[in-house]
């Protein structure tokens, strides 16, 4: 079975760009992002467990946001940090329900804190869809999986 999303980083060499892979297969696909903002965030980086460890962070605060959401309640999850825009997960309860659309928001990637996004996600009002694509999934199984993730990027699965 494929997973609804998986998140990796990879040793490029490039810098902190397009080291970051993430998937929802069933909405967009394979994409690559950059962890150049997560480096700036947990500074002197020393090995790519630090850039794991930092993702993990956001993940386990998606996680966070996500298992408080409430039906009607919709958040903003940001993974994609760049200098103009902010990419990010739209994410819709109903009744338990999640649709989840991918788009991004103008909000620059150096005003939002990659680690504790606060100040984002329950306050864009500028989203703007990739597509009109849509992934609806069961909150409990969106949780499951974000567990998942969190826990291979801290090195606890494979």
Known sequence: MTEILTID????????????????????????????YFCLAV????????IKNAVSQLIQFWHNKVS????????????DFSDQYTGCL??????????LTFGFSRREGYAVDPLNPEN??????DFE???EKQL????SIFISTLDKQ?????????
């Open 120 to 125: 984002y996600y329950n306050e864009i009002t």
């Open 9 to 36: 980083i990879i040793d490029n060499d490039k810098g902190g760009h397009n080291d970051l892979l993430f998937s929802i297969p069933d909405l967009i696909g394979d994409k690559e992002f950059d962890t150049y």
């Open 136 to 139: 609806t999934v069961d909150q």
């Open 150 to 158: 969190i826990r291979k990027l801290k090195g606890l699965t494979t």
């Open 90 to 99: 739209k994410v819709q309860n109903q009744d338990g329900q999640l649709v």
């Open 43 to 50: 500074e002197p980086v020393e090995t790519i467990d630090d």
């Open 129 to 131: 869809a990739d597509s």
């Open 68 to 79: 408080e959401s409430k039906n009607g309640e919709t958040i903003f999850l940001p993974i």
